[in-house]
């Protein structure tokens, strides 16, 4: 892991450093120039930027005319469009979650079935980022598998972690960040026995005894996983995890992210990396209301909606039940298969009443998510332009560049 961070790091950060230094407006031209302006697309011929800001859009003859001093920045060809907004993610723990055990389904990871999720966890821990991570929590950390997708179309139960390791408590998440499996020790250290009863909002699996099978859903997975993490992750776990975050949202041309659900860490994390100037896109956080509540504060939640040094809170968020893919969501029809051990009209659960239920938005239309003179200067650069290319092949296109206020923080 520390190969990795020092040389993708540095990288990123020349890009940033080298763009930041030039006070000249830049000129956009040669490519598509898609503003997102309107119902159908619109195109310009040539942008220019100063200052972080959109000062110009229109004709490339017209800009050589209006500015002098410009730095010519020729697309070859290639499609310019706003940066993209997330909708809807969880920005700190895909930093955090990069340097766990990868058990997602091909083609992403491994996890294809049972035995690929033991022998590539085994294989982890022994890796680097392995040890770094055990020496840290002190726990075997792995993240991804979907049951539904496993040869075995079940959820791994204690007995097939059992085979990862006794000697540390051993927790996979569920590819849908709902569910998870450990192994013996883990239940044990938690102290999950037969006569454990289920927490609100969350299911413990259990054998023909009524001893937990190693499957947790919802509440009882995450009373036993965020405490770990809360009070286990230290400022270089902390730092990791936004460096490595960053660097996957940059380099897929996400220059706002969200992080929803932000747990007490996570606010730690990032509340750090605001006063040192370390975040270089912007990151709107939505505190747990049950788990984090005292981390809306002033200094970064903010009625006009500003950001302090790219950091900002832009609400709560509640959870009111969980996640169609883990079969915890809570639906108004049964589900068409149940899970294991679940009635036919099975329908999910709640895990907090409905009335309690909150709308989240960034509202940050006049900055964002359009070319707009005015308009802070967040790009995107694709190698192809998504609207004139077969549909089939929209999933090949690439990210060249991710342009931040100006500033290049990715570069392909």
Not at 78 to 83: A, F, H, I, K, S
Not at 189 to 214: E, F, H, M, Q
Not at 244 to 264: F, I
Not at 348 to 361: F, K, L, V
Request: aromatic share 8%; net charge neutral.
């Amino acid at each position: 892991m520390t190969k990795r961070l020092r040389f993708l790091l540095p990288s990123v950060l020349f890009c940033f450093g080298t763009s930041a230094l030039a006070a000249e407006p830049v000129l956009y031209y040669g490519g598509d120039i898609l503003t997102m302006e309107g119902e159908k697309p619109h195109y310009e011929e040539a942008l220019v930027e100063s200052e972080g800001r959109i000062v110009y859009l229109g004709s490339l003859a017209k800009a050589r005319e209006k500015f002098d001093n410009l730095q010519n920045k020729d697309l070859q060809g290639r499609t310019l469009l706003p940066g993209f907004l997330d909708a809807h993610s969880h920005m700190y723990n895909t930093g955090l979650i990069a340097q766990l055990a990868n058990l997602l389904p091909p083609p992403d990871g491994p996890g294809a079935n049972f035995n690929s999720l033991v022998t590539t966890t085994k294989k982890w821990m022994e890796s680097a980022e392995g040890k770094f991570i055990i020496g840290k929590f002190g726990w075997v950390l792995a993240n991804g598998y979907d049951d539904s997708q496993l040869s075995e179309k079940q959820h791994p139960t204690k007995d097939v972690l059992d085979k990862i390791s006794s000697k540390y408590p051993v927790l996979i998440m569920h590819q849908s960040g709902h569910l998870a499996s450990v192994n013996s020790k883990a239940l044990e250290v938690g102290g999950y026995t037969k006569d454990t009863k289920d927490p609100k909002g969350g299911v413990i699996r259990r054998l023909a005894d009524n001893s937990p099978n190693g499957v947790l859903e919802e509440a009882a997975f995450f009373n036993l996983l965020l405490p770990i993490v809360a009070t286990k992750s230290d400022a270089e776990v902390q730092q990791r995890s936004i460096e490595l975050a960053q660097l996957e949202y940059a380099k897929n041309g996400y220059l706002t992210a969200q992080d929803g659900r932000t747990t007490a860490d996570a606010t730690s994390a990032l509340e750090r990396a605001a006063r040192e100037k370390s975040l270089f896109i912007d990151v709107v956080s939505y505190p747990d209301i049950v788990w984090n509540k005292s981390a809306v504060k002033p200094e970064f939640y903010n009625s006009d909606r500003s950001y302090v040094n790219r950091y900002r809170i832009g609400g709560v968020k509640l959870t009111l039940d969980g996640s169609p893919q883990g079969k915890t969501a809570w639906l108004s029809s049964h589900y068409h298969t149940p899970p294991e051990g679940k009635p036919l009209d099975y329908k999910g659960y709640p895990i907090m009443s409905d009335e309690m239920a909150i709308n989240i938005q960034y509202f940050e239309e006049t900055s964002k998510g359009t070319l707009a003179e005015g308009k802070l200067a967040d790009f995107v650069i694709l190698s192809n332009n998504p609207l004139k290319v077969e549909p089939l092949t929209i999933k090949d296109i690439k990210i060249v560049q991710s342009i931040k206020e100006g500033h290049v923080v990715y570069s392909n």
